[in-house]
């Protein structure tokens, strides 16, 4: 991932790779926040828990955050309680109110200096009041505090919002550095596969009777978890700018307007969110454009892209799964939502693996399947999946590789062959095969950030198919 604000404002500390046989209570693979938050609450219940960390600690989604810890998820209070009902709308409430009093609760224990401070979260709407007042109404029956407001500190009119108090921000990286102790970090260290409870990297082996996989998409899921027709991948876009007055609260749009909050002296915009594999190209360019016409002494400082992992019903994924070998529970679908489901998964994971019952693990269980809030989106998947793997075998490429031009990517014919092509600045082009490891799907071009996405399930690869982000386990071919 390329630079982010938490990468540039807290040093990370470094860990080894692994190179020898472990045996221990406990292995997470994935060190971002829910993987060190996991083994965290486990090491404190007396465990022996490592951590297995692909590339550096806090390097994925912990990095890419906007590091809201909110229970304001868009509308979705009106949305559990229409499809699935409001005692489950309840559940999530409380589980989300919960996780943010942790954070606080931990951060006084650990005495970690994270910018962590307690504010309102508002979601506003530019067009109407509906989706407020709804969201409103099922928000305090799932028993949160909340009000309406039609004024709120942005530079620009708001049709309506809708105002959660005591919500909280925080910095993830410095967070990160403050919890990680009593267990073992190894980084660089890439889990290739599972054998009878073994988790086997490149130059050593874990083995444990738990199993985590805190990874974006899961990990060493069997046939019967059918994740790849239950999670896709959606994409947001960041952006950030000094020169703006701190803002006193958060604020999320729901009806096509961006989301804000400020970090010390530093204004972060994201928005512009598509299925990975979709984007149209000028993301970036439309968030810079929106903030320095609202925000007039904006300067426009770095950007970056995030990707998350989103079930077919749009809760997360949480608890045991089904398996091939040990006993293995894994927490995804975090939906942007990562710093406060990181919190909930942390929870239900550590009851899980401790034989305690957890009040929660019901609505995120991975053996779920709530058809009245799924098969919309299970269409979308489907037709997708279906594209991208007919695409990579039929599909017709329209351009050749003569006609590429400098900085430009696309699918192209070269004698006789399709390839995924990218043309430097300097007329140097860059051929790999355009078809991603993980299922096979047809990549698409990303010109927002100079990236390979897969549309079926998100792995990213760079200009010369490099593995940036699974689920692929390997590169594409070069050529």
């Known amino acids: 991932m390329e630079t982010t604000l938490w990468k540039s404002s807290a040093n990370r500390a470094e860990y080894p790779t692994l190179d020898h046989d472990i045996i221990c209570d406990a292995v997470v693979i994935g060190g971002g926040l829910c993987g060190m938050l996991c083994a965290y609450k486990l090491s404190r219940l007396g465990l022996k828990v490592t951590i297995l960390e692909a590339e550096r600690i806090g390097s994925g989604q912990t990095s890419g955050t906007t590091a809201k810890i909110t229970v304001a998820h868009s509308n979705i209070y009106s949305r559990i309680a229409d499809e699935l009902g409001e005692h489950e709308s309840e559940i999530y409430a409380s ?45 305090r029956r799932a028993g949160l505090s909340c009000g309406i407001e039609k004024s709120v500190e942005l530079p620009f009119e708001v049709a309506c919002a809708l105002k959660f108090p005591n919500q909280a921000q925080f910095n993830p990286i410095k967070f990160l550095n403050g919890i990680a102790h009593g267990f073992e970090i190894y980084e660089n260290s890439r889990a290739l596969e599972i054998h009878d409870g073994k988790i086997i990297c490149e130059n050593g082996s874990v083995s444990a009777k738990f199993i985590i996989t805190a990874t974006n998409y899961p990990l060493f899921g069997d046939l019967k978890s059918m994740f790849p027709i239950r999670l ?108 406060t489901s990181s919190m909930v998964a942390a929870d239900i994971i550590s009851d899980t693996v401790c034989g305690r019952g957890n009040p929660a693990a019901s609505l995120f269980t991975p053996k779920r399947f709530h058809a009245s809030a799924s098969m919309d989106e299970l269409g979308g998947m489907v037709s997708r999946a279906a594209s991208g793997i007919i695409g990579a075998s039929f599909k017709v490429p329209e351009e050749e590789l003569a006609e590429l031009r400098r900085g430009e990517g696309a699918i192209v014919r070269y004698m006789g062959q399709k390839y995924a092509a990218f043309r430097d600045e300097n007329g140097a082009v860059h051929l790999s095969d355009p078809r991603c490891p993980h299922l096979k799907c047809e990549l698409c071009w990303n010109g927002d950030d100079r990236t390979w996405d897969c549309p079926c399930h998100g792995s990213r690869f760079d200009i010369d198919g490099r593995l940036l982000t699974g689920p692929a386990e390997h590169s594409v071919c070069q050529c």
């Open 95 to 139: 589980a989300a109110t919960h996780a943010i009093d942790e954070y606080e609760d931990i951060i006084m224990r650990e005495n970690i200096d994270c910018g962590f401070s307690r504010l309102s979260s508002y979601l506003y709407t530019l067009y109407g009041e509906r989706l407020i007042y709804k969201e409103y109404d099922a928000a």
């Open 232 to 339: 896709h991948r959606r994409m947001a876009h960041v952006y950030t700018f000094s020169g703006v007055p701190a803002m006193q609260n958060m604020y999320i749009g729901i009806d096509g307007g961006y989301n804000y909050r400020s970090s010390d002296d530093i204004l972060i915009v994201s928005g512009e969110n598509h299925v990975s594999g979709e984007g149209t190209g000028g993301a970036y360019e439309r968030l810079k454009d929106s903030t320095l016409s609202s925000f007039k002494n904006a300067v426009p400082y770095i950007h970056w892209s995030a990707e998350d992992s989103v079930a077919i019903d749009k809760i997360p994924v949480i608890g045991r799964m089904h398996s091939t070998g040990g006993d293995i529970l894994t927490c995804c679908g975090f939906m942007t939502w990562g710093m």
